[in-house]
């Protein structure tokens, strides 16, 4: 059989069993009424114990979501929605204000232990590997279960360089003040359907403030977890890097296998003031659902980063391997004169998995430059589109934009689409755009498969190279659970 | 003693076209074939069909590698059973550090004969006497495998990986092609240096000039499909004086 046949007919077979972190944890948790309403709204602030000014802003949310209508102008295609039949709160009921890790239910902390999260702090994060001898590098984790936080690693520590990472839900109760300053202030209420409806109802997620001049000590890391049946996550993320500080944060997501579709409608802002830097990290490995296309998550996450202050900087790296269907454009608005945006993405689908990404460039300082490197790879029956904005206001003088897209087809039942937008207002700004498709090259594997490669090895070899530029940027200890994640993703032999 | 490589009365076609039309050759262990052939005689062919590219498939016949049938073999596992390949126009790997394509090749194979993986330290040394006697830089070594690599260099990286990987059969094919007169010297002795009583090497060529740093025990003459002539070195010789005309004849 030629081999690149043979490629297509293993990656038919990968589906639903090559997904590893399918498994459910049996807790018992603690629902919010099914459907939406200002009722639910209310309970879900009330569980948190909100200022009142939150309970006013979600409503305000919920009232102008019911006014919206669901955006249609993306390449996927699924049933319609629901809303009614969603649980919007979901969380272990063991979990009502863990103090420390030794009250955290022991179920829990098994399923992050299978899931190679660390929540002991003497731990490092599974398929870590550093030379002998070399210090292993130290993550902090917050680790959000369902709806809620259920515990963030190495606090005391952060605190001492004031570093603040703590659940979203505390930190409306322990800094409402920075809190109130930023939410919603790049990616506002009214912003789309999906971060409207994440303003309404977001339960949790991670709140990092990185204060003046500081390099934050340790890498930052958030964990998602759906596990209960008919349950939207909805968190929300907020980070403000203050004047000269540096912060690198990772996400990491994964789900049970289950037969429905789960709903994920996550907003993260970013706000980096003068001279600070954010490096925002995203391994995404949401269940895809099975070969024929049932179940999986439908991933609408709304993503913008705010180069707020001059020279500051953002850059978003993603690797992207679950969901049925993902739709997201980690973003950057170059507001502060010379501020710079990144954008490094991989993009792997298989099976019946549709993906619909991108981002978006939006020069409005003199000066600001951004890149774009994203690499599509696309097998099975997927279909795999890049969408991107790249513009320019009218006082963006001189402003630059780098773009490469490339796009691997393996097999050919499988799509690659390119869909970029160019605007530019202000004649001074230099904005290039390379784009390349190709098919996985029979004759490459044959030669590596000469050479004493099986096939598999030879496709994840190929795939492997194709995505270096990208693989490069991400924070070494994660580049090689990445690099082993990308291989399972196409061969599922691996593991 | 079992020859190294034995070829029965083979047929292959590509997309239903028959080129190799009974070919027989017995190469044994120790030994330096030659075959030589006019352009289009199915000399690459005959690389392709033993080595199990895609879309050459063997109709009659048989073709055996230490007693074991080729045929029934996967790419990989030919190359693991000790078959090399120096292909005319090696391929690029973007992105594909040339070192860590070596490393992934080797450890591939012993793994697939139950042997240990090769140390990094290990491999890192022994790839550096292979560099020094290719006279190679290493510096190329950390490119991607072949990209940007000029003919020269390519040829060279081929018989690096020959000498690192040490096949039971190499079969060389048009080595010669591209290379300058110094890169030449270089690659045949490193070919050379591989000549050993366990190994068996098949030179693939058009032109005598290889043969003159590559000295064959058994040259084979290839017209049509198949082997026409075999003789010893001198015959090399003589078809730079003839040429193939009077093969290409004697096969129409």
Not at chain 1, 15 to 37: C, H, M, N, R, V
Not at chain 1, 465 to 470: A, K, L, S
Request: net charge negative; charged share 25%; glycine share 8%.
């Amino acid at each position: 059989m030629a081999a690149v046949e043979e490629t297509v007919e293993q990656v038919r077979r990968v589906g639903a069993d090559q997904y590893k972190y399918g498994f459910i944890t049996d807790i018992e948790s603690d629902l919010a009424p099914k459907g939406l309403s200002e009722e639910v709204i209310r309970f879900i602030s009330a569980k948190k114990d909100e200022p009142e000014w939150m309970l006013e802003w979600r409503l305000e949310a919920y009232r102008r979501w019911l006014t919206m209508t669901e955006p249609k102008w993306a390449r996927v295609d699924y049933p319609a929605i629901d809303y009614q039949d969603l649980y919007y709160y979901a969380a272990p009921k063991s979990t009502a204000g863990p103090k420390s890790l030794d009250e955290v239910d022991p179920e829990l902390l098994r399923t992050y232990e299978k899931l190679g999260i660390p929540l002991h702090e003497r731990e490092i994060l599974a398929g870590v590997e550093r030379p002998e001898g070399e210090e292993r590098p130290r993550v902090a984790v917050d680790a959000v279960f369902d709806s809620v936080s259920v515990a963030t690693t190495f606090k005391e520590e952060l605190k001492k360089s004031g570093v603040i990472f703590c659940p979203i839900s505390e930190a409306l109760r322990e800094h409402p003040e920075l809190v109130r300053k930023y939410l919603g202030t790049v990616v506002p209420t009214s912003d789309n359907y999906f971060a409207t409806l994440n303003s309404a109802v977001f339960s949790d997620g991670s709140f990092v403030y990185i204060p003046p001049g500081v390099r934050c000590p340790m890498e930052l890391s958030t964990y998602f977890r759906i596990n209960e049946k008919n349950t939207g996550q909805f968190e929300r993320t907020l980070i403000i890097a203050d004047r000269g500080s540096y912060v690198s944060y990772l996400e990491g997501c994964t789900a049970p296998k289950r037969d429905e579709n789960q709903l994920h409608a996550a907003v993260v802002e970013l706000v980096a003031l003068d001279d600070a830097e954010i490096k925002y990290s995203t391994v995404q490995n949401w269940y895809p659902g099975d070969e024929n296309g049932k179940g999986g998550i439908y991933n609408f996450v709304t993503k913008r980063g705010d180069c707020r202050g001059a020279n500051s900087k953002i850059s978003w790296t993603q690797v992207e391997t679950g969901s049925a269907i993902t739709w997201k454009y980690p973003s950057c608005v170059l507001r502060g004169d010379n501020s710079r945006g990144e954008f490094y993405s991989i993009a792997i689908s298989n099976g019946r998995q549709q993906v619909d990404s991108g981002t978006k460039m939006i020069h409005l300082g003199k000066g600001t430059t951004s890149r774009i490197i994203s690499k599509g790879i696309s097998a099975g029956r997927s279909s795999n589109a890049y969408r991107g904005l790249v513009s320019a206001h009218r006082k963006a003088e001189g402003a630059r934009n780098f773009t490469n897209c490339d796009s691997l087809l393996i097999g050919d039942a499988c799509s690659a689409h390119t869909i970029p937008y160019i605007e530019a207002k202000n004649p001074s700004c230099v904005f290039e755009h390379e784009a390349t498709t190709s098919k996985i090259s029979e004759d490459v594997l044959f030669y590596c498969m000469q050479r004493g490669l099986s096939q598999e090895d030879a496709t994840a070899l190929v795939v492997n190279g194709f995505v270096r530029d990208v693989l490069q940027q991400l924070p070494m200890e994660f580049a090689v659970e990445a690099q082993k994640l990308i291989s399972v993703s196409l061969e599922g032999s691996v593991g | 003693m079992t020859a190294l490589l034995e070829i029965r009365d083979l047929k292959a076609e590509i997309a239903g076209k028959q080129i190799l039309n009974g070919y027989d050759l017995t190469v044994k262990a120790g030994e330096v074939h030659a075959i030589m052939g006019p352009n289009g005689s199915g000399k690459s062919t005959l690389s392709y069909v033993l080595s199990g590219r895609p879309g050459y498939k063997i109709t009659e016949g048989q073709a055996l590698l230490a007693g074991a049938d080729l045929s029934q073999m996967s790419v990989d596992e030919r190359a693991a059973a000790g078959l090399f390949l120096a292909f005319q126009y090696p391929l690029e790997v973007p992105g594909v550090a040339t070192m860590t394509f070596l490393r992934a090749a080797l450890n591939a194979q012993r793994k697939k004969r139950g042997e240990e993986e090769m140390s990094s330290p290990d491999m890192i040394k022994r790839v550096k006497e292979l560099a020094k006697i290719l006279d190679m830089d290493m510096e190329m070594l950390r490119r991607p495998v072949n990209v940007g690599f000029s003919g020269g260099e390519k040829k060279r990286a081929e018989t690096l990986q020959m000498m690192l990987l040490e096949p039971k059969l190499c079969i060389l094919d048009e080595t010669d092609s591209g290379l300058d007169i110094d890169a030449l010297k270089v690659v045949s002795n490193g070919v050379n240096q591989l000549r050993s009583k366990d190994r068996g090497i098949v030179v693939i060529t058009h032109y005598q000039r290889l043969l003159d740093y590559i000295t064959p025990d058994v040259v084979h003459v290839q017209s049509a499909g198949r082997i026409v002539r075999t003789g010893g070195k001198e015959l090399a010789l003589e078809l730079e004086e003839t040429g193939y005309a009077r093969y290409q004849s004697e096969a129409a």
